[in-house]
């Protein structure tokens, strides 16, 4: 009966420090592909390369900070392997970064619901190499320490920056449309236009001076062919007709005779 025991406790024993070698085993060369990778991606691409990412701060994604990352880091690392050929090392180092999330991804549950909730919290950024690789490092170190995924995660209020700076812009332009825009200082502009006012006068009064002169004159040579017209009938009516002078001067003959 000791006998079945002590083997019973030899057999579990071995069974457990085998799990537990292959599991350390895979671990190891898990964490070891990943630094490789991503030294090489670092040495290979150059610095001063911008890569699109969208992500949510740790300050803000808390202990969802894995959960609410990790599709979008896929997504990202799957645009930057577009960008390689397909016998490129670069192109294989990064798919090994994919596999590793592709596993981080399937052990969490509510993703969908939980990446829609923080919807407003995420944001587009491009980050050059160095940059971008720490925080793929990151993301992988924080996923091999926290294993169990929470299930439901509270967001924080949306942010109000865009509101904010919307606000700022009309405050400092308040009456941009409104006002036009100034050339000269007011006071020139007041001088000028009172220099300008003493032309326009002295042309207006010229304008009708003119025409008073022309209607002036209009209206005399309408008295003088009036006038003309009286004197040239008067003159009419005082000389006698042809007729009766000359029957005047027969009569006279008449009688002389």
């Known amino acids: 009966m000791k006998k079945s025991k002590i083997w019973i406790r030899i057999c579990v024993h071995l069974l457990v420090c085998t799990t537990f070698g292959v599991h350390s085993s895979e671990f190891g060369d898990a964490v070891t592909d990943d630094i490789t990778s991503i030294s090489l991606l670092k040495q290979n691409i150059p610095k001063d390369y ?36 397909n016998i490129s090392s670069n192109k294989y180092n990064i798919s090994i970064l994919i596999e590793m999330l ?39 170190n924080t996923a091999r320490s926290n294993r169990d995924s929470p299930e439901e995660c509270d967001p924080p209020p949306c942010p109000t920056t865009t509101k904010a700076s919307a606000t700022t812009i009309t405050t400092q332009y308040p009456t941009s449309g409104k006002e036009p825009l100034r050339f000269l200082p007011e006071v020139v502009e007041r001088s000028l236009l009172s220099l300008l006012v003493i032309p326009i006068a002295a042309i207006v009064f010229l304008f009708v001076w003119k025409v008073k002169s022309r209607s002036n004159q209009h209206q005399s040579d ?36």
């Open 50 to 85: 911008k890569i699109p990412v969208t992500y949510i701060p740790k300050e803000v994604g808390g202990m969802c900070w894995v959960t609410l990352n990790v599709f979008h880091l896929e997504l990202s690392l799957r645009g930057l392997a577009d960008k390689f050929g």
């Open 102 to 140: 592709k596993e981080t991804r399937y052990h969490m549950k509510n993703l969908e619901v939980i990446t829609s909730d923080f919807e407003c919290h995420y944001r587009d950024e491009k980050w050059q190499t160095g940059h971008y690789f720490q925080f793929v490092e990151d993301f992988l």
């Open 222 to 257: 309408e008295l003088k062919s009036v006038e003309g017209g009286l004197f040239t009938g008067t003159e009419e009516s005082l000389a006698p007709p042809l007729d009766d002078i000359s029957e005047k001067n027969r009569l006279n003959i008449i009688e002389a005779v």
